[in-house]
């Protein structure tokens, strides 16, 4: 019997920077990757939009076997995790948060900065988790309107992102911050843009590493990893949008290339933002 796959979800290719480390990480899981390109960016949506789309999402992974659901997308995750989790009690779901933990934890200057979408910096989940981890830092945040659709295309260097970069970085740099936290899964893929931009005495934290950690930790608790296998793992990705832009950016962000790329249609309802604990 095929063992069942883990399944990842973004609005778009930007899920692609944790699957790269989940692929690294546990070589013999097979992956589904859900890419809802027909709907992104979800970050300028309103809430209710945005858990309708994650619920959606979420469903159609799990009609497809997944053994584990990550959200790889931190708006879903800021929106509507904690409304996933209540839809499926007896699932395994991994969310992404901002590495605002992390990030106060090794700051020198006592200021640190979040990119990341209006979804997620306006979310209740993103508030909390600054009043919990960040005390007496303080958080200086930024979302770069038109990143997440250079990343789409596939263009992640050239003057225009230098400019945009530089642009939505100068206050968190004027703020006097000494650690950026990516709280966007798109961002990676401009880490090397983002680095020249705030300078070596920034340090730029991409959560992916510890969210496929995370994974591996709630597979083997319940005993759900994939035996070693001989043969590397089958990773199929789907797209609600052109199948042709996935295979393209496929190739551009990951090298990957003869990937498995399909069309699949989402199902989409009514569903809850998630509610202020
Ligand atoms: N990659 C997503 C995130 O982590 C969302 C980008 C978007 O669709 O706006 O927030």
Not at 17 to 46: F, K, M, N
Not at 53 to 67: D, P, R, S, Y
Not at 239 to 248: H, I, S
Request: hydrophobic share 50%.
């Amino acid at each position: 019997m095929t063992p069942s796959p883990i399944g990842l979800f973004d609005s778009g290719v930007g899920g692609l920077s944790v699957w790269r480390c989940i692929a690294d990480l546990l070589p013999a899981e097979r992956t589904i990757y859900l890419a809802d390109q027909a709907h992104v960016p979800y970050g300028p949506r309103p809430p209710a939009e945005i858990a309708a789309l994650t619920h959606a999402a979420a469903a159609w992974l799990l009609e497809q076997g997944a053994k584990l659901v990550v959200i790889a997308c931190n708006t879903a995750s800021a929106v509507a995790l904690a409304s996933v989790r209540q839809a499926w009690p007896q699932a395994l779901i991994v969310g992404m948060e901002p590495a605002v933990k992390p990030a106060s934890a090794g700051t020198r200057s006592g200021r640190v900065g979040v990119m990341a979408t209006p979804g997620t910096l306006h979310a209740d989940r993103f508030h909390r988790l600054v009043e919990r981890f960040a005390g007496g830092v303080e958080v200086h945040t930024s979302f770069c309107p038109g990143l997440v659709e250079w990343v789409e295309q596939g263009w992640l260097a050239g003057p225009e992102i230098d400019a945009l970069l530089r642009r939505c970085l100068a206050p968190l740099l004027a703020a006097g911050i000494d650690q950026l936290v990516l709280g966007c899964t798109h961002y990676p893929f401009l880490l090397p843009a983002i680095q020249a931009a705030v300078g070596p005495g920034v340090t730029v934290i991409d959560p992916a590493p510890a969210v496929a950690r995370q994974v591996q930790r709630r597979l083997a608790a319940a005993d759900l990893l994939a035996p070693a296998a001989a043969m590397p793992a089958q990773h199929q990705f789907y797209t609600t949008g052109e199948v042709a832009a996935l295979q393209t950016a496929l190739t551009r962000l990951l090298g990957l290339t003869g990937a498995s790329v399909r069309a699949a249609s989402l199902q989409i309802q009514a569903a809850d933002a998630e509610v202020p604990a």
